[in-house]
């Protein structure tokens, strides 16, 4: 048994069944045992890959359309650039590395890292060790200091606690969790039913709610809508409302059991891109998108950073960029795994900031 099931067992037993919103928040970020904050699950020898593990490429593009942004708000100085749940540095690396080209952009720049992990912090402290400008790290967001902002959040909001309710015959029900005869953690649901929640739906639907979430995104726009800036968010998820379920386990890259071994495998949900939209704009903010990853990379020029990177590359190297290339921008395929259309960008920005590079077509 996991440490962190054993305190969770002591807790059910001592104030009955949990919220599973409760199971998954300490899950994932109990301070002593929670998956994030003991360990670096990234990369090959980890549990998952993101983008900018994938290739350099990613984070390149992301500092360039920072910079380019950063002209188009008319050059703020200083301008906080922010980054939400960094992972390895990596991200942010290669798009101060790329954002160099950018004449004034990096002297303007004032970075904060955003991570609640102590292990994953000084992972970044070591990725980023000798980085320009220097580097400040907060556990939240509210700490960075005023000011126009431009943020990067790469599976960020994935990673966030979501709340479930079942579809039973006395109406929709909190999920619970609690544990069964032989100990074993199992899903239950609340007596009393959810008055606040009227939609039809067969018994046995599920309703997922990313209340914290759109608590984040509710934030940053409030915070954008005042002082300037944009919030660009890439994940995967879906763009219209729906009923359902898409919580998963992973565990060395392969699923896992939700209920097994808390604080040892990574649990996510698909990110509600429609409820995280209105949540902005209902703070005031403007909402660029979302549009498709494989989109938004290819408007800001991956394909000729590929080809430049290609230039005097060896055939292995060639070969590796173009497999990265597929990955960050195709369709997924049994045979080929990408991102390009499961993952979607959402822009969040001042209501006063103009189109970032990449939503210059899509509607405001
Ligand atoms: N963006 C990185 C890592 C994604 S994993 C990449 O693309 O590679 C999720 C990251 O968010 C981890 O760094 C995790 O520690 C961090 N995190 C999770 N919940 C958080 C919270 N509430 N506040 C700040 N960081 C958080």
């Known amino acids: 048994m996991t440490p962190l099931a054993r305190r969770l067992r002591e807790l059910i037993a001592c104030e009955g069944p949990?919220?599973?919103?409760?199971?998954?928040?300490?899950?994932?970020?109990d301070p002593d045992h929670g998956y994030y904050m003991t360990r670096d699950p990234l990369g090959e020898a980890g549990?998952?890959?993101?983008?900018?593990?994938?290739?350099?490429?990613?984070?390149?593009?992301?500092?360039?359309?920072?910079?380019?942004l950063w002209r188009r708000m008319g050059a703020p100085d200083p301008v906080r650039l922010i980054e939400l749940g960094p992972g390895r540095g990596t991200l942010m690396k290669d798009a101060l590395r790329a954002a160099r080209a950018c004449p004034?952009?990096?002297?303007?720049?004032?970075?904060?890292?955003?991570?609640?992990?102590?292990a994953l912090a000084e992972r970044q402290r070591r990725t980023l060790a000798g980085a320009a400008p220097a580097i400040a790290w907060s556990a939240s967001i509210e700490a960075v200091p005023e000011g126009p902002a431009i943020i990067f959040a790469n599976e960020f909001f994935d990673a966030l606690p979501v709340r479930h309710y079942v579809r039973l015959e006395r109406g929709w029900s909190e999920r619970l969790v609690g544990t069964d005869e032989t100990g074993a953690f199992a899903f239950g649901a609340a007596g009393e039913p959810e008055p606040g929640i009227v939609a039809e739906a067969p018994l046995g639907a599920v309703i997922e709610l990313g209340a914290e979430a759109r608590l984040f995104a509710e934030r940053i726009a409030r915070r954008l809508q005042a002082q300037g800036g944009a919030l660009l968010i890439l994940d995967y998820g879906y763009e219209r409302p729906r009923f359902g379920e898409t919580l998963q386990a992973v565990r060395r890259h392969a699923r896992a059991d939700i209920l097994a071994d808390p604080g040892e495998v990574d649990l996510t949900a698909h990110v509600?891109?429609?409820?995280?939209?209105r949540a902005a704009g209902?703070?005031?903010?403007?909402?660029f998108g979302p549009i498709e990853q494989g989109t938004f990379l290819r408007r800001l020029g991956i394909e000729e950073r590929a080809a430049r990177l290609?230039?005097?590359?060896?055939?292995?190297?060639?070969?590796?960029?173009?497999?990265?290339?597929?990955?960050?921008?195709?369709p997924n395929r049994p045979d080929r795994p990408g991102m390009g259309e499961l993952f979607k960008v959402l822009a969040v920005t001042a209501p006063d900031c103009p189109a970032p590079a990449g939503f210059e077509e899509a509607n405001a």
């Open 18 to 29: 949990i919220s599973f919103e409760r199971y998954m928040a300490l899950a994932l970020s």
């Open 272 to 277: 509600d891109f429609y409820a995280l939209a």
């Open 47 to 68: 549990d998952f890959v993101t983008a900018p593990e994938i290739s350099q490429m990613f984070g390149e593009l992301l500092g360039v359309w920072a910079a380019d």
């Open 104 to 118: 004034g952009f990096l002297q303007a720049c004032d970075v904060h890292l955003v991570e609640i992990s102590p």
């Open 310 to 330: 290609k230039q005097g590359a060896s055939a292995d190297q060639i070969r590796s960029i173009e497999d990265a290339l597929a990955r960050l921008v195709d």
């Open 282 to 287: 209902a703070a005031g903010a403007r909402v």
